[in-house]
C-alpha cells in the first residue's frame, strides 16, 4: 500500500485548539488532483454560511499540460478563506495547522501518501472514491469518501466534519490505528520483500 510512512516523523498531532476549522490539501497543483473542486465546494460553504478555513500546499508544475498556472492559485488566495501557500519543505506544519485532510483527486494515482502522511498525524481524511485513495481512506471510519468532480458532495462531507468536533477526533483516533495496521514503512518494506523473495524463488502467484 504506497511507500509507508516514517511513523517516528510522522507523529499524532494535538487538534488544533481555538480557530476557525481548516481544511488543507497537500498536493501538486494539478487539475487532476481536483483542486478546483475543492475550491468550488469552499465557495458553498461560504455561502452556507459555514465558517472555515482552506489551506493549498504544494507548487504548480510547469512541464504538466493540466498543471494549475500560478496566476489562478493567487486569484484564489485573494478570497478571504483561501491561502495558497507553495511548497512547504516540511508538511508536519501543514498538518499541526489542518483540522481536516482533503484530497478531491481524479484518479491515476497509487496510494497519495499525503493522505498517509496526514493519517498518521491523526487527522480526519476527505478524498474521492476511486482505487489509491480509498485504500487509506475507509469510508465512515477515518475519512468520508465522495463521487469524483462533485464538488455538491465535497461541500457535503467537508460541513459534516467542520461542524463536528467529535467526528473529526474520532476519525483522526481511527487514522492512527490505520496507518499502524498496515502503512508504516517497515511494514510495506517486508510485504515488498516478500514478493521480491517469492518470485526469486520462482512462485508467480507472488504477482
Known amino acids: ?40 465546494a469552499s465557495d458553498l460553504l461560504m455561502q452556507q454560511n459555514i465558517a ?6 504544494g507548487a504548480p508544475d510547469p512541464d504538466n499540460p493540466k ?4 496566476e489562478t492559485l493567487k486569484s484564489w488566495s485573494t478570497k478571504p478563506n483561501i491561502e495558497w501557500v507553495g511548497h512547504v519543505p516540511d508538511v508536519r506544519q501543514v498538518w499541526a495547522e489542518a483540522d ?3 484530497l478531491p483527486s481524479h484518479g491515476g494515482e497509487g496510494v497519495p501518501l499525503s493522505l498517509v ?6 487527522r480526519p481524511l476527505v ?17 468520508l469518501l465522495v463521487p469524483v468532480g462533485n464538488a455538491c458532495a465535497l461541500t457535503g462531507v467537508l460541513a459534516r466534519l467542520v461542524d463536528d468536533e467529535a467526528l473529526r477526533k474520532r476519525m483522526g483516533e481511527a487514522s492512527v490505528r490505520l496507518v499502524a495496521e ?7 518494506n517486508s510485504r515488498t520483500l516478500m514478493i521480491y523473495r517469492a518470485i526469486l524463488d520462482g512462485d508467480e502467484t507472488a504477482v
Open 1 to 40: 500500500p504506497g511507500s509507508g510512512v516514517d511513523t517516528d516523523v510522522f507523529r499524532p498531532l494535538p487538534p488544533p485548539q481555538g480557530h476557525i476549522p481548516c481544511i488543507a490539501c497537500c498536493s501538486r497543483m494539478l487539475e487532476s488532483k481536483g483542486i478546483h473542486d475543492l475550491v468550488a
Open 182 to 188: 498496515g502503512f508504516t514503512g517497515e511494514i510495506v
Open 67 to 70: 498543471s494549475i498556472s500560478g
Open 127 to 143: 478524498a474521492t472514491d476511486v482505487p489509491g485513495c480509498r485504500d487509506i481512506v475507509q469510508d465512515g471510519l477515518n475519512g
Open 117 to 122: 502522511e496526514a493519517a498518521a498525524c491523526g
Open 52 to 57: 472555515h478555513r482552506v489551506i493549498l500546499a
Open 100 to 102: 481536516i485532510a482533503v
